[in-house]
């Protein structure tokens, strides 16, 4: 069976210039990715696949989580579907565990740590209704906490690539825009802790609405049955 980093070899090598030929993704502001260190990219949320489509575009490994069921599932099919998510940089969670969401804040200041690169969506589930919802302050927590940039995603597109009852996703236009790098320095110096947070998450987020040009619901998003 093939290990985390050749099947992440192989996603990047061949699956990736693959699907890009195939898709054809506008992508826009990639340069503004930093090419090394830490960096969290904080996007918008709209399907399943787009944990699929960020780790394609950008040239270096980005690491989100996952449904600790993709890494449960037993025999033939169990296995490979454990490697595929485990080699592409998916981190299992198990969301049904209250504990869930501060264990997820562990694993991301673990990945920073290492000068990686981890994704998350601050809206903390997928849009049904296509609208961008308020942010939630995990991002900034992390931010703040690992003293890393932050690059804004918007994607628009992916809820046609695969819809929630497609199995196989289709060849729609998707658009994948990085906005520029926003940096904590020395801005929260003396900042209320919770205030500092609520600022820079609303700051992301405004950064998420431009770039995706998405209609803002103004309210926090309730978790999907089946996100």
Request: with cysteine; charged share 20%; hydrophobic share 45%.
């Amino acid at each position: 069976m093939l290990g985390r980093m050749d099947v992440y070899s192989v996603v990047h090598t061949v699956v990736a210039p693959l699907a890009k030929a195939v898709w054809r993704p506008t992508v826009i502001g990639l340069e503004n990715v930093p090419a090394t260190g830490p960096v969290l990219l904080a996007s918008n949320h709209l399907s399943f696949a787009d944990s699929l489509v960020i780790p394609i575009i950008v040239p270096r490994k980005v690491a989100f989580l996952a449904k600790s069921d993709y890494f449960t599932g037993t025999g033939v099919r169990g296995a490979i579907s454990r490697t595929w998510f485990e080699g592409i940089g998916m981190l299992p969670v198990d969301r049904d565990d209250p504990r869930a969401a501060l264990g997820s804040l562990d694993i991301a200041l673990e990945v920073l740590g290492r000068g990686e690169a981890f994704g998350l969506y601050p809206e903390g589930t997928r849009s049904r209704d296509g609208r961008l919802y308020r942010g939630r302050t995990g991002v900034a927590h992390l931010a703040l906490t690992a003293g890393c940039p932050i690059v804004p995603v918007g994607l628009t597109g992916t809820p046609q690539l695969q819809p929630i009852d497609a199995r196989l996703p289709r060849v729609v236009p998707v658009t994948v825009a990085f906005g520029s790098p926003i940096t904590v320095g020395e801005r929260f110096d003396g900042v209320p802790l919770g205030k500092a947070r609520r600022q820079l998450t609303d700051e992301v987020m405004t950064a998420i609405q431009a770039l995706s040009g998405q209609e803002e619901a103004g309210v926090y998003n309730d978790r999907a049955p089946d996100a």
